[in-house]
DNA sequence: TAATTTAATTGTAATCATTACAAAAGTGAA
DNA sequence: TTCACTTTTGTAATGATTACAATTAAATTA
């Protein structure tokens, strides 16, 4: 399906900027941040404003078709993909990977309704566990 | 064990702003922020600087005797409980409460090191999901 | 104890991600 | 075209966090 068609599935208004911010994210599965959307994508248009791109990941993230990754202090990072999977945070190189995983078992509070679950992890990825 | 003897078995001089900053996150599950543990304190410790909180917490963070809770995006939470349990977000009152869980079953990608795991979950609690 | 070194704390000033807001541009209907 | 409405944009705030230098406190040495 296109990044158009999934837009207008959720009421979205395919619109150009749109459609650019999801189908970076869709093409881009390294949890960018909205500098680097920025970045990328206003090489193309240089119109872009970085007021839009946050306008529209938060849009998007509302809509559920995108995933705000808070693993870090500093800043969100977005993610197209909404499958089930974990996300890991390199400390030394501060990159942020995708794991498989399970959901935990939960237990929680009566009552309480769930809208978005998410498993992080922090440490070493490969490359910088070698180098310690 | 106080906290003060806490703060010594991890090779942290047991300061009298320290032993306050982990006294009170000790005392206060309620995942406080920078900013209210700063208020909190200050009112019997006036020279107290929220520079010296920010500090602290980001040494008992790294000690690991202190979670740094970035489920939301504006700010920092601490938890001084690092027994296994998740955290929840209301995001309707902003309330982060604790729950019940065990860890996900996870396949990591080879050669990663693990330092903290952390679930988030996000939705309403039992008061706000009456409400609504 | 006094002098000296080292560590901890403080206050102020930056930094920087995010948001607020109003103006401009675009879109669609009548 | 004109009007109403939505989207985009640029700039200016906001606010959490950090940098940094100065002060204070603590530990060490003589």
């Known amino acids: 399906m296109t990044s158009a068609e999934i837009l207008a599935k959720h009421d979205i208004k395919p619109s150009l900027p749109r459609v650019l911010i ?3 994210l869709r093409q881009h599965r ?3 941040t909205v500098d680097e ?3 990328s994508l206003s090489k193309r248009v240089p119109t872009l404003s970085k007021t839009t791109v946050y306008n529209t990941v938060k849009l ?3 809509a ?3 995933k705000t990754i808070t693993i870090e202090e500093q800043q969100a990072r977005y993610d197209a993909c909404t499958d089930l999977h974990g996300h890991f945070l390199c400390t030394d190189c501060g990159g942020v990977f995708d794991f498989d995983t399970s959901l935990p078992d939960s237990r929680l509070p009566h009552g309480f309704t769930v809208k978005t679950q998410e498993v992080y992890y922090t440490g ?3 490359h ?3 180098k310690n």
């Open 22 to 24: 999801f189908d970076y």
């Open 30 to 32: 390294t949890h960018p």
């Open 37 to 39: 959307i920025y970045s």
């Open 60 to 62: 998007l993230s509302a």
């Open 64 to 66: 559920g078709i995108v």
């Open 124 to 126: 070493s990825c490969e």
């Open 128 to 130: 910088c566990s070698q």
